[in-house]
C-alpha cells in the first residue's frame, strides 16, 4: 500500500505518545488536573502540599490569634479539626512554604497550599482570591502588616478573606503581623514600628498608625484592637497608648486582645475564647467615662483615673487550653481561669 507523506505524517502523529488531533477547539486545564503541577497552574503558589483534587468539607468557624515566636502546635490543631480535613492555604507577602510541612504533621489536610501575594496585581487576580474561597482553613503568616495592607486591601484577596470570615465561616489564624490585621481596628506601622517607650511619651508619634473598620472584619472582633510579642517585647504600653488614641480621636471604647509568644488565643464560633501555648493572653476593657487626662501631641499620655483606667483580664496558656473569656461581653462575670487586673500610666 502506498502513502502520501502528509498521510506519513498523519499516521505517525497518532501512532505517538502524546500527539493530539488539533480540532481548534480549547480544553482548559483543570485548576486541580492529577499528574500536573499545581503551583505552576495557580498565580500565587510557592508550594502544594497533599490531594491535588478540590474537596468541600463542613467547616466550624473559629479564629486564632497567634502572638508570634515558636508556633503553637495545639492551635493549628485546633483548626485542623474545625476544617473537616479539607484544603488549607497560608497566606504571607513574604518568606517561604515552611508552614506547608508543618501543619502536613498535626492533622488531616486533603491539601496545604502557600500563597505568596506580594503584590496588588496578585491580590486582585480572580484565581487567588478563588484558591482563598476554596479553603477549609486560612492562616496569615507573620511578616509586615503594612505590606497586608498595602498589598491586599480593597482587593478581591481582602474580600476572600471576610468571605472565609463571616460567610463561609471557615476557621481563620494569623501569627504576629497575620494577628495584628485581625481586629476590625488595627496598627498597620506602615511608617515603622513604634515602641512602648516612643508610644508613651507622645501618643501621636509619626509611627503610631492606626485605622478602623476598613479591612478584615473577624467575627466578634468589632472594636477590638489586637497585639503580640506582647510580654517578650513589653508593648503593654504602646497598647494602651493606641487604645488612648481610639478613645480620644475616635469616641470608641475600644477592646484589647494581646498574646505573647509561643501563646495562641482560639476563638470559637459562639464569641469563647480559650488560651494555648506556655505564655500569656491578655484582654483589655476601656470605658467612655475612664478617658485619658492627657492625651495630645508632644506631651506625654496620662491615663490614671483613680487607678482603674483600663481592666485587663489575663489568661495564662496550657498545651489543653486554658481559661474562658466570652467575646460576645467582655463581661467580668463570665471570665474564667485567670486574673483581673487594673492598668494604668
Not at 511619651?201 to 476598613?214: C, I, K, T
Not at 468589632?222 to 510579642?229: A, F, R
Not at 506631651?299 to 487550653?321: F, H, P, R
Request: glycine fraction near 10%.
Amino acid at each position: 500500500m502506498r502513502y502520501t507523506l502528509a498521510t506519513m505524517l498523519f499516521l505517525l502523529c497518532y501512532s505517538a505518545v502524546g500527539c493530539k488531533k488539533n480540532t481548534g477547539v480549547e480544553h482548559p486545564v483543570k485548576e486541580h488536573a492529577l499528574n500536573s503541577d499545581p503551583v505552576a497552574l495557580r498565580p500565587g503558589s510557592i508550594g502544594y502540599v497533599g490531594d491535588t483534587a478540590d474537596v468541600v468539607t463542613p467547616v466550624n468557624g473559629g479564629l486564632v490569634l497567634m502572638g508570634g515566636g515558636t508556633d503553637v502546635d495545639a492551635a493549628f490543631e485546633w483548626m485542623l479539626k474545625r476544617s473537616g480535613g479539607g484544603d488549607v492555604v497560608v497566606i504571607r507577602a513574604s518568606g517561604t512554604d515552611a508552614y506547608n510541612p508543618y501543619i502536613n504533621k498535626l492533622g488531616k489536610a486533603n491539601s496545604i497550599e502557600t500563597l505568596k501575594i506580594d503584590s496588588r496585581v496578585l491580590a486582585d487576580d480572580e484565581r487567588v482570591a478563588r484558591i482563598i474561597r476554596n479553603a477549609e482553613m486560612l492562616f496569615i503568616a507573620g511578616g509586615d502588616q503594612s505590606n497586608y495592607m498595602k498589598y491586599w486591601k480593597d482587593t478581591k484577596t481582602m474580600e476572600a478573606i471576610n468571605y472565609l470570615l463571616n460567610v463561609k465561616k471557615a476557621p481563620v489564624g494569623g501569627t504576629s503581623a497575620g494577628c495584628a490585621i485581625l481586629g476590625e481596628l488595627y496598627y498597620s506601622g506602615e511608617n515603622g514600628s513604634v515602641v512602648s517607650e516612643e508610644a508613651l511619651a507622645n501618643p501621636y508619634h509619626a509611627n503610631v498608625s492606626l485605622y478602623a473598620g476598613d479591612f478584615l472584619k473577624p467575627p466578634f472582633m468589632k472594636e477590638v484592637l489586637t497585639d503580640q510579642h506582647y510580654v517578650a517585647r513589653s508593648r503593654q504600653g504602646r497598647h494602651l497608648a493606641f487604645l488612648a488614641r481610639i478613645l480620644k480621636d475616635k469616641g470608641i471604647a475600644a477592646k484589647g486582645i494581646a498574646a505573647d509568644e509561643r501563646t495562641a488565643v482560639c476563638i470559637d464560633d459562639k464569641g469563647k475564647a480559650v488560651v494555648y501555648g506556655s505564655g500569656k493572653a491578655f484582654f483589655l476593657i476601656t470605658d467612655k467615662t475612664k478617658a485619658p487626662e492627657v492625651c495630645v501631641s508632644g506631651q506625654a499620655l496620662d491615663w490614671n483615673q483613680n487607678q482603674t483606667a483600663v481592666k485587663v483580664y489575663s489568661i495564662t496558656g496550657s498545651a489543653e487550653g486554658n481559661g474562658s473569656f466570652d467575646l460576645t461581653t467582655f463581661a467580668a462575670s463570665s471570665a474564667r481561669g485567670g486574673s483581673w487586673q487594673q492598668w494604668l500610666i
